[in-house]
């Protein structure tokens, strides 16, 4: 079984950053790619950045391309997320999850595993 933490949301001021993280349990965690999803209340969950099993590869929703930067550290079963000039509409609940395969996908029904989320909330 494998579980994800995530961790690092908060509340910030529009114009700022945060870094989010998310911890996996398990020995696998090399051979997955991961992704970020948010979902606010009342929408569905989106697809935000995805990495790969080896970090060398990023695909970003249009959203948050150029403010956002996914990243991962496969000694430590770690993947993070990098928010800087943050807008109010990126208020939401952010979920780390990992793909069912080595290569990233967009969308939510490529994820086997999911955190239990982190809130992030942006004042103007």
């Known amino acids: 079984q494998v579980q994800l933490v995530e961790s690092g949301g908060g509340l910030v001021q529009a114009g700022g950053s945060l870094r989010l993280s998310c911890a996996a349990s398990g020995r696998t965690f090399g051979s997955y790619a991961m992704g970020w999803f948010r979902q606010a209340p009342g929408k569905e969950r989106v697809f935000l950045a995805a990495?790969?099993?080896?970090?060398?590869?990023?695909y970003y929703a249009d959203s948050v391309k150029g403010r956002f930067t996914i990243s991962r550290d496969n000694d430590k079963n770690t993947v993070s997320l990098q928010m800087n000039s943050l807008k109010p509409e990126d208020t939401a609940v952010y979920y780390c999850?990992?793909?069912?395969?080595?290569?990233?996908?967009?969308?939510?029904?490529?994820?086997?595993?999911w955190g239990q989320g982190t809130q992030v909330t942006v004042s103007s």
């Open positions: 999850a990992r793909a069912g395969s080595r290569y990233y996908h967009f969308e939510v029904k490529q994820y086997d595993y």
């Open positions: 990495i790969n099993w080896s970090g060398g590869s990023t």
